[in-house]
């Protein structure tokens, strides 16, 4: 019989796409979207980096070295050493996208039955990856009273069985903004060592910190063996479509398992490594401006919305993104009805509803994600259609 | 306690890439290596479609649409057409790379346990693909005797099982250069109709066919929903390195599930698809230059190898690989043996051993395959050493 996988079924959508249709169809009656949604910045992509492309003269367009070509993870090495990491270009696996090195990594670490511990909301993608490796996310709630700190420790050891192989965070947080303090790292820590547990670490927003420095898991110190940093391009230099990232790891045995996934889908591409190693001659005040910017926009964003009647918004240590609780019965039909039945001076506002970012059924109806990867202005315009919106809601709490 | 997962045990390193530390250590001792062992054409990719990267002019190097950019889709609507396939851009899911089409074919269509019939030699990391989804691979023997045609369907019928999901073929064939006539597509029909499977259709080579036209798994009717065909532009175009492939099916169920793994890994590479689409633009005669060029290749290496003594080489209809039969003990000794203990006139050859593309153990230990990727004058050159390889291999038989 011709059927889809059990898998393929249990694969999720796309929590943050499944309204695009609805986006469609309100710019088809001529109302103006600001997509605050989707994590894709405006930010314009260096020069520097996107003509070193430009700029390229080989002939043939050549697979590269399964872990990415070697020039790249040297220069990559520097790169690590100038955030206090310090690896050698062998302990770097160069691959397509940060969702790529997610992949290896629960693909070399985890068998199908296998659970990882996430704390919530947590980036929606890691749910199909789990799913593809068949393996089980079992989440830990953080709550918005507190800005989405670290969950008590007591509740990971509450979580932990026989088959819990790893913990993932993602730090600074995507969705919440959350940036983990040196304690709270240092308690996972203890946490990894004492249960003997992976912990895998997407640090795809480290540079964008507003509240002090990101403690990265690879400065902890004694946990070498169990570290593995999810790594990407897409946000830090505005290059998403370029599909590069970055899995790295101190422990030789992940990391011999990791290139034999790398060398069956052959290399990583081409272009885009090209882009990727000119970026690590930036200047040195390249990230000072993208986060000037970015926490210029983080501020505005805060104070409109907490400024609006029932909303609350915990300012974000890093990223870009918020995360608000506002006064509605439930985040998915408000967003729908954001883009289906409203509009305001002919505009409206995409978001992205936070039920998605949950593992634990019935969370987050009240909770939307914002990604404040628009203009100042733009994000002011949204904020005007927002409290607008709250106002005129049919499903007010 | 920290381990590797079992798939990470299981999933086999690159048959093709274990020999490059023997051949580094020989280039370091001086020794000229001709590459014959890997896919690397070294056809220069069309000026034109890299110029098309080269002069782009985006300020943002975003995510494209996670089922490729539109405008891509539906020029490859086109180019479809153009070789008699009839499909609409919905239809069409823009990879990464072929190896990811691959992928998502296992993972949309097949779960843990179920089983993949491929007729062998095939590409090894077919092997790499279905670890990676828990998926079991039962080889059909072809034989070198008659090149390798489509093994009997009874002997496809006599493995099927209730786990029996899909069919896997490649056309033509890597690694044995087959191309697959009209007759055995049409065999492949019948049985995947009786027994409701999957064709998995590997078709990277569909324009590399000196012996015929390649019959497509699409140019079959009647089997809309049974059909995929994975495709990608590396071989095609030269651009191996773009890691640009598609997924194609007229299942709109298969489509759904897939888009949904494609939504998770967010988009293909920006830059490639820029590539890919201008090279639909390329003059109708580019396939011309590049299939004569082919086919003197293939010409020559299949006359000098049929020459050696002891030696037999099918003469392949399509693809630019060769498999050799040799008068040797242990095709993957001998080609080790090459690189650590011999050279001719300073020179020597990395060839593929066989034994990669078996899915049954014992089989291929007297075959290699050739990549004929080299111009004609190195051909000859690398032809020069196998022989003078063979008179002195002491594991001759």
């Known amino acids: 019989m011709l059927a889809i996988s059990q898998r393929g079924i249990e694969m999720p959508a796309s929590p943050i796409r499944k309204l695009v ?40 367009l050549e697979y590269s070295h399964s872990a990415g070509n070697e020039s790249y993870r040297r220069k990559l090495v520097d790169y690590y050493k100038s955030v206090g990491i310090t690896v050698n270009h062998q302990q770097i696996i160069v691959t397509t996208g940060g969702s790529e090195a997610i992949q290896f990594g629960f693909m070399a ?12 909301p947590f980036y929606a993608n890691y749910n199909g990856f ?18 989405f700190a670290l969950p008590p420790i007591a509740d990971f050891e509450a979580r932990i069985t026989p088959r819990t192989k790893a913990i993932v965070i993602c730090n600074p947080n995507n969705p919440t903004g959350y940036l983990y303090s040196r304690e709270e790292m240092e308690q996972l820590k203890e946490l990894i060592l ?49 599909r590069i990232g970055a899995f790295v790891t101190k422990n030789q045995q992940v990391l011999d398992a990791v290139m ?39 501020d505005l964003i805060v104070k ?59 969370l ?3 909770e939307v994600r914002l990604a ?10 949204a904020m005007d259609c927002l409290e607008a919106a709250i106002r005129q809601y049919p499903g007010k709490k």
């Not at 670490?109 to 919530?120: A, K, S």
């Not at 799913?131 to 709550?143: D, E, F, L």
């Not at 540079?207 to 940093?229: K, P, R, W």
């Open 260 to 298: 034999k996934f790398a060398q069956a889908r052959l290399s990583p591409p081409s272009f885009a490594q090209i882009a990727g190693e000119a970026a690590i001659d930036l200047p040195a005040d390249y990230f000072d401006t993208a986060k000037a910017e970015y926490r210029s926009r983080r």
């Open 130 to 147: 789990a799913v593809a490796a068949g393996v089980k996310v079992v989440p830990i709630t953080s709550r918005i009273e507190n800005g």
């Open 109 to 120: 670490c985890l068998d199908p039955g296998d659970e990882v511990i996430i704390p919530e």
């Open 21 to 60: 249709p609805y986006a469609e169809a309100a710019k088809k009656k001529g109302i103006k979207v600001y997509h605050l949604n989707i994590g894709q910045p405006d930010i314009e992509t260096p020069k520097a980096i996107l003509d070193a492309v430009r700029n390229s003269d080989f002939k043939v």
């Open 364 to 366: 987050g109806k009240q």
């Open 194 to 242: 004492k249960h003997q547990l992976y912990l895998f670490s997407d640090e795809a927003y480290r540079e964008f910190c507003y509240s002090g420095e990101q403690v990265s898991a690879m400065h902890l110190t004694g946990v070498d063996e169990h570290v593995v940093i999810m790594d990407t391009i897409s946000k830090r230099y505005s290059a998403c479509g370029g």
């Open 304 to 362: 409109r919305l907490n400024a609006m009647e029932g909303v609350f918004c915990p300012n974000p240590g890093g990223a870009f993104y918020a995360m608000a609780k506002l006064p509605i019965d439930d985040a998915d039909q408000f967003c729908q009805w954001l883009l289906e039945d409203f509009s305001y001076e002919n505009q409206t506002v995409m978001l992205a509803p936070a039920t998605g970012f949950y593992g634990t059924p019935g």
């Open 372 to 381: 404040y990867v628009l203009n100042l202005s733009d994000i002011d315009k």
